[in-house]
């Protein structure tokens, strides 16, 4: 029957085929009407499968479609312009628009009587964005559509009922077809094979991943849902939300139940979610970095043609690219039809500068060599490829137009575009861990040691390659360990990037900066931040960073060179560390734009706030992927701002590193394996899961070290000098009269890929309008009283311009108030108050939420400039300060000071910040006046500091004369030392007879005197053996009783000066 399709085949492709007689209804194809209707109908295509459509579905005019294989919630889909789940193609009624043929990129086909000869002159003309899988008994066909909805193509892929098939036959129809003749070929086919079941639709799909075998049938990978994540010079970058694995079997195919190794096989594969963190693009090569990518056009344009994306996409970061092999081979364009897919992080945000945008991208790729888990995959492979390798790039552009293109045209160099890229990845040497046993950390083994470092040499050429010269080692681990594990690689590193610098020329060596970067996280004396500050800054000056131009009015920038950041993991301190030389390029970036005057972008900002957001994400995507749990130590650590909750946070994300390392790492290497192609099934050989180690399928072939025609590498000249020639961008060329006719469009499709011309759409459904901003950091209410400094450059403190109005609120209700109020203040008790913080203070939810706690301090150089004035109140006599850096108010206030502010409250002031307090606190507010307070006093008993004030009183009490002599010894001295008024003490009675009590008797009756009394006895002996106690300024058990000692008492039991919570 499959032979008996090729007539009809070729004769629609000469366009010889009827069309359906205009009066026939659409009707829905089931198969109880089957045997009924003499010509099936399908589902109708129609440029714009919307709300029209949706309308005749739901009233019945056009029968739904049957979609076996669709999961639910297809239909569910109306509210976005973009659908996550592709919708099928639809049949027309009309024959009047089935008739009209898209116009081709050269406008040559607008008559629309045939199909095109696949010549048009866009080189993205044929490159399909929609798919529908129809299926009959003996095939499946892929129909796909480009971007505009007018021109389709197919593919033919073969069924088979042999389990054991090692062919794949798959058939590239070059026909691009219209509307009309795509509806005419889906009847031919589907009367051609209606005796076996006629053409069903499958599903729908973005695209295919590829295919790939076991043991048994071949299976296709589709894409079958999608979301935008990024929009890059107007093409979009989407992230893989669903796929479906499709045997290319029969109908009547059942598996083979003893067949095991297959089911296995399917098990393992189904360990790698694919819905997490890949990418794909079906105009940009996100394989690439922007700087490539623009110096490739450019390059191509001026040798007076376009260049072809599809055959350039670097294979390092094609994660199916295995799949892709089989496409390849067999099809004349394979990407037309699959799609490279991406694995790593993508995230975009906006930056909104007083009406000028500026947006944000980070694009994270991760190299499929060597890729594996945290502890089976360390160091490197001899072919220099090492374990997670990462490059994370970051593309700032300002908004002002959507394509890579300045006015002219001039193609490909707007300059409002600018990256900057990184680098990640384990220390290139044979090194391993051992995770057998149950250590959280095991020990560190150097397995080989290579006295001419062959894996770092390759390893370093290969960075050279990539991103030029010269390169920057950032080295974080330890130094100094009791138990040396890290400083044994520091070493051994150490002497390598030594040796291999001998050979390079001056200028191109190998920078290689080692800090202890955990060591100083966990001394109180340094700071982390402003070491990687300066690290970051010399960084970029290095290395430079990337802006596009057409180099006469706009000059032209490139990166020669890359920052290669390396810990022990490339996880929690890499990240940190990227992420701080990431805001320093920001800040050069943001100013090569004209956005800002200076370079450098102040914490606590709200475009800083939201790259710390974007980085984080990036660091947790990244360690979940290698290390099986989120990061452990992030931003917050390091600047050592983090709650006191993040603690129990990090405590579990290292128990779940702990777990994955331990129980689950080995079936995530097995999937990667799998997926990547590093094992691949055949006869003979020992099954994936039998594998004692899996070291030899991401290392060269030992049999092939003895192949005379295998290329040695030079020990000395280990390096490729080509690679360290800097990256040139030629300035734009003088324009021909000839490419000023040249149309946009066949060059670069933005235009019908963004703006959709022929598509209904609605602003608030796009994903740059709902794309995350820093509008959404301000506060609606108060940007609308106009108290709030929309800046995003502007430095968020603990005190706002709400705390400014409150505060001068205050001081006018200071000065008006009654003399006779303030006389009454001045006899009130004081007491301690616990209040809760201001409202306008940042949240403490999330990352980043106490910053304001150790910012609200003022240091001990800021406090020695504060003096006090003669009415109490402080004044500053170093620098002004501005209203954002008040000094912050303690939540411990003593009743007179806080009966003021509770007076404004009363009166209902507070400055219109929404809850004062004289308001109820809610236990959440009570939780942060208690952190506050004791954050408060724990810095000051860490800072202790002396005010002039006191340091006077000291002084003066030191100095303070002294009338009466002390008591040194217990001699009586002379008579003529001792003064007259104390001669009649000193030769008292006391001395012989004591201190009791003396009875006189008057009259017969006996008579004492006050010490007579049995309690004022007790009570005088007690005193008097004070004097006695060896140690009396030590508490025994027996005084913990007593009353004076009811403080000491809680103190035991462990009570500290709140109550809320005892003493750790």
Known sequence: MADAVEPELASAQANSIVSAPPDAGPRTLTSESRDTIDEPIFPPLQNNAGAETDSLLSSGTIGAPSRPGMGPGVGDDNDEDEPAVARPFHRTSSPDSGARSGPSMSGQDEDGEGATDGTAGSRFGHKMHKFSLYETASRFYIVGGDVTERRYRILKIDRTDDEDASELSITDDKTVYSQKDMNQLLDTIDDGNKHLGGLKLRCTTWGLLGFIKFTGPWYMLLITKKSTVALIGGHSVYQVDGTDLIPLTSRAFKTDQRNTEESRFLGILNNLDLTRSFYYSYSYDITHTLQYNITRERLALNNGQPCCVDDDFNSMFVWNNHLLQPARELLHKPYDWCRPIIHGYMDQSAVSIYGRTAHITIIARRSRYFAGARFLKRGANDLGYVANDVETEQIVSEALTTSFHAPGPKFFASPAYTSYVQHRGSIPLYWTQDNTGVTPKPMIELNLVDPFYTAAALHFDNLFERYGAPIYVLNLVKARERTPRESKLLEEYGRAIEYLNQFLPAGKTIIHHAWDMSRAAKSPNEDVIATLEIIGEKVVQTTGFFHNGDGHTSPIRTQDGVVRTNCIDCLDRTNAAQFVIGKRALGHQLHALGILEDTVVNYDTDAVNLFTHMYHDHGDTIAVQYGGSQLVNTMETYRKINQWTSHSRDMIESFKRYYNNSFLDGQRQEAYNLFLGNYIFSQGQPMLWDLATDYYLHHEDPRMWLDEKRRKRNYINWFTPKHLQPRVLEPYPPMKRDSRKMQVSVVDDYWLEYYRPSTLSSLVKMFPYKMNSTIKYIPFKTAQEGRWDLSPFRVRTTEGLQHTHTVDSQQQEQQQEPAEQKNNNKGRKKEVTIVAPHDDMPHLSGRG????????????????????????????????????????????????????????????????????????????????????????????????????????????????????????????????????????????????????????????????????????????????????????????????????????????????????????
């Not at 004044?875 to 003021?900: A, F, V, W």
């Not at 007879?993 to 008579?1007: A, D, I």
């Open 849 to 1064: 939420g106490i910053s304001w706690l150790l910012q609200s301090y003022p240091s001990s150089r800021d406090r020695d400039t504060c003096t006090t004035n003669g009415n109490g109140n402080n004044t500053n006599n170093g620098q002004g300060q501005g209203q954002d850096q008040q000094q912050p108010q303690s939540i411990m206030k003593e009743q007179q000071q806080q009966q003021q502010q509770t007076t404004v409250e009363e009166k209902g002031g507070g400055g219109g910040g929404g809850g004062g307090y004289g308001e109820k606190q809610s236990a959440l507010e009570k939780s942060r006046a208690a952190q506050w307070t004791f954050t408060k006093v724990v810095h000051e008993s860490l800072n202790p500091t002396v005010s002039a004030a006191e340091q006077e009183d000291y002084a003066r009490y030191v100095s303070h004369p002294h009338n009466l002599p002390l008591v040194v010894s217990s001699e009586i001295p002379a008579m003529s030392e001792i003064d007259a008024e104390y001669i009649e003490y000193v030769h008292g009675s006391w001395q012989t007879e004591g201190l009791h009590t003396t009875t006189t008797t008057v009259g017969g009756s006996s008579s004492s005197s006050a010490g007579e009394d049995d309690s004022n006895r007790a009570m005088y002996q007690e005193h008097m053996q004070i004097g006695t106690n060896q140690n009396p300024l030590t508490v025994t058990e027996e005084d913990a009783q007593k009353k004076r000692y009811k403080a000491y008492r809680k103190w035991l039991r462990g009570k500290s000066l709140f109550k809320q919570q005892p003493v750790d």
